[in-house]
């Protein structure tokens, strides 16, 4: 008998991240840390099982050495499966015409033998780097309702934001007139997420006609959605109410871990409906000696110094006398005795010596001028000496 999916996702997760400095320096983006105990990618994989779609292939390029492993066979999110799963597709040599990819379109192109192979009704697309709960299957039931060939997840953004975004004008019944890729001039404030549902055989029909045009980009944004909408084609717009945010910036990332903290609705990741899975390590209780206020504290820590509006992940020891305040620390790191630190991500691996003092205040520091809007950036693995300094905004990634 022959076996099919009705759908499946495929995850672009290729990207450098370069915006996100010494954090992706060795990682994909997708598998920078985030809430203590998450990687970034734990968020669109557990949307998919939660949304009863259990065939995701997930298209690494750039660093994939961590994000392969934590992926694994796909158990923590229930996709370890005989038939479907999840699957690593990175670019691959054959015969002719094949190379790294070379944009979205072209690495959802290079893979279409895998989204055959299950034969499905309907494709989903997702981006590997957003943080957000969402159930997919709603979107493909408003799909299948509208009879649509296309349908684009939006959600409404301020207009003085909007040219960061590709911006959907629809008419009233939600169908879409024209798609702007990052217009200078928006004319709504409906921005796509980046997550798009198509009728496979559009999809696939586009991104060969895609292929074997030489001037196109190999974008979805710039090329396929446009070319789908001049010949045509039913689009709808699919307005999404959630929590969302792009962590493609240190600020962003920063502040989406900060909204963990309660100072945003609705955004409990320990809810029990849509549980978003990870892959954390077995660790017992943190231990907590000192003083924690309003912060989230990850298996396997010691604290005994202060710890003060931050998020910190699995196995962080911050020794008596240290202080934590404003920060991310993203596990296996040691604050040592009499250490400051302000205002900053701290990747894993790190040890801060004693007494060293690392950023300012937020007040202060984000009068200051610099790529991370003053906050502090320590890369992974790092050390900073006893009594070291370092100034706010700095990216650091190298011993100091």
Known sequence: MLRKKECVAMLLAGGQGSRLYALTSNIAKPAVSFGSKYRIIDFPLSNCINSGIDTVGVLTQYQPLVLNEYVGNGQPWDLDRTFGGVHILSPYEA????????????????????????????????????????DYNKMLSAHKETKADCTIACMQVPMKDASRFGILNTNPDGSIYE??????????????????????????KYLEEDDKDPNSDKDFGKNILPKML???EKM???????????????????????????AVPNFELADSDNVIHSR???????FVEGEVINSIVATGGEIEGKVINSVVGTNCTV??????VDSVLMGNITVKAGAK????????????GENAIIGEAKENAQKIESKTSGIIVLGRGIKVGKNGKIPAGEIVDQNV
């Open 319 to 324: 020794e008596k006398g240290a202080e934590v």
């Open 95 to 134: 015969k002719k015409d094949t190379s790294w990819y070379k944009g979205t379109a072209n690495a959802i192109y290079q893979n279409i033998r895998f989204m055959q192979m299950y034969d499905p009704e309907y494709v989903l697309i997702l981006s590997g780097d957003h943080i957000y709960k969402m």
């Open 341 to 352: 630190l302000n205002y900053a991500i701290v990747d894993e691996d790190v040890v801060i």
């Open 179 to 204: 798609f702007e890729e990052k217009p200078a001039k928006p004319k709504s404030d409906l921005a796509s997420m980046g997550i798009y549902i198509f009728t496979a055989e559009k999809l696939f």
């Open 236 to 262: 709808f717009s699919y307005r999404f109410d959630g929590y969302w945010k792009d962590v493609g910036t240190i600020y962003s990332l920063w502040e989406a871990n900060m909204d963990l903290l309660g």
């Open 230 to 232: 001049k010949a045509g």
């Open 280 to 286: 954390s390590p077995l660790a017992p209780p943190a």
